[in-house]
DNA sequence: CCTGAAAGCATAGCGATGCTATGTATTCTG
DNA sequence: CAGAATACATAGCATCGCTATGCTTTCAGG
C-alpha cells in the first residue's frame, strides 16, 4: 500500500549524530544528513522534527546506560554492587560525555524520566538487599539512598562532562560513596573493601584511585 | 575622541535576558534587543557576539552566586559554615534555575573555571578552620573534600534544575554531607547538629528536612 | 496481473537566525 | 575648534529548522 519505511535509516542517522556531537561538529539539519545520501526530509520521516531527534539520542543514551547497569553482575555483596553501578554509571559517561551532556540538557521530559526511574530501579534493589543482609539500618529508605547516590554519580560526571573538573575527579566517587553507605548503618571498614571491590569491576577508563 | 559606551545598556540586555531566561522566552539577538530602543549592534558592541552574551551571563551566574555564598557569616563552628554554604548554594541554584543551567552548560571555558575557583575557596577555606579546630582528621585534603561537597551541591541542583527531581529533593543535602563529614572524622552527633544549623542559615525556600 | 492509493522522500522555498558591511552620528582629544 | 575614533542604526548575507509540492515506490483489491 505503501513504500516502506527503512529502520536502517534511523539507526544511521542517530549515529551519525552521536559521532558528530563526539567529534565536536555543529549538528544541523543539513549537516547531518550530508554525505549520507538521504535528503533533510527523512529526519522529518523518522524524527518528526529536529527536537524529535534530539529526543531520540536522549533516549539513545538512556539505553546504552541501561546496558551499562545491566552488564553489571549482581553479587552476594550488596554494597559491592551499588559500587559497581556507581562505577559503570561513571564509565559510561566518561566514555559518552556528549551524550551525557545530551541527556540531562533542558530539554528533559516525562518519557526521558520514564528512562531515568527504570535506570534508577537496579539501584534500589540493591539498596534494598543491602537492607535485607543487614548491611544498612532499618530506617534507611531505598528510593532516597538511591537518589543520593544517583546524585553523587550526577554531579561528578556532570563537572567532568561540562568541563570545569579533570577525568581524575570521578575517583571521588569512591570515598563519597563510602562515605554514604556507612552512613546508611554499614560497618566503615567493611565497607570501604566492598566499595572497592564494587569500584574495580567497572572502573572508568584512565581514573585510578589516589 | 568617540562616543562614550553607556554601561546601562550593557546592564539592560544582561537583565533583560536573564529576565527571558526566566520566563521560558527564546533569547535571541532579534527577540533580545526588541522594545529596549537599541539596535542588534548593542550586542555586537558590549558583547562581541551571541556567544559573548551567554559567556557574560555565566559570569553573572557565578557572580550571583559569589555573592550569595559571601552573605554567609561564618562562625566559630567551620562544620556549620560549610553547611551553610552548601544551603546558599542550593537557594541560588533554586532562584535561579536557569542562570544556573547556563552556567554549566557545554560552553564552560577557562574564565568561568576562574569564577568557580574563587566560590570553591570559601569552601577550602571552612574545611581548613574545620581541621584547625581538630573536627576533620589531619589527612583530610581540604580542596577533595570542598570538590566532593560541590559535587553533591552540583548533583543536587542540576538534577532539580534541569527537571529529573523535584525541589524537595534539595533536602537530601543535609544527610549526604553530614556523611561526607563524618567520614572526615567529625564527631557523628556533633556534625548532625553542626549541619542542621547551617542548613537553616539559608534554606531553599519551600524545602523544608523530612 | 494490473491499477490506484498511500507512504517515502527529493527539491525548492519560507521566515527567522547570527553576523557583517556600510554609512551616519556623536564625543573626546590635541 | 577641528579631526578622528568610536557607537550604533540599517540593510543584506549565509544558514538555520521547517513545510509545501510533486515524483517515486510499494502494497492491496479486483
Known amino acids: 500500500m505503501a513504500r516502506t519505511r527503512d529502520p536502517a535509516v534511523r539507526s544511521l542517522l542517530l549515529d551519525r549524530a552521536a559521532q558528530m556531537l ?4 555543529p549538528v544541523t539539519l543539513r549537516t547531518l544528513v550530508a554525505g549520507t545520501g538521504v535528503s533533510t526530509m527523512a529526519v522529518y520521516t523518522y524524527f518528526g522534527s529536529m527536537d524529535g531527534l534530539w529526543k531520540a539520542l536522549r533516549q539513545e543514551g538512556f539505553t546504552r546506560l541501561a546496558t551499562k547497569l545491566a552488564a553489571v553482575s549482581m553479587s552476594a555483596d550488596p554494597v559491592r554492587d551499588l559500587a559497581a553501578l556507581g562505577a559503570a554509571y561513571l564509565s559510561n559517561a566518561l566514555e559518552n560525555p556528549d551524550l551525557y551532556r545530551v541527556m540531562f540538557d533542558a530539554g528533559f521530559e516525562l518519557e526521558d524520566a520514564d528512562a531515568a526511574d527504570e535506570a534508577l530501579h537496579g539501584l534500589v534493589r540493591a539498596v534494598e538487599r543491602a537492607k535485607t543482609a543487614g548491611r544498612f539500618r532499618d530506617d534507611v529508605v531505598p528510593l532516597e539512598l538511591a537518589t543520593q547516590s544517583w546524585a553523587i554519580g550526577h554531579g561528578l560526571a556532570s563537572l567532568v562532562a ?26 566503615p571498614s567493611r565497607c570501604r573493601r566492598s566499595v572497592g571491590h564494587g569500584w574495580e569491576q567497572t572502573p572508568p577508563a584512565g581514573v585510578r584511585l589516589s
Request: charged letters at 15%.
Open 22 to 25: 563526539r567529534a565536536r561538529e
Open 162 to 187: 561540562t568541563g570545569p573538573l579533570p577525568h581524575q575527579a570521578l575517583a571521588h566517587a569512591v570515598p563519597m560513596l563510602t562515605a554514604l553507605f556507612i552512613s546508611a548503618g554499614d560497618d
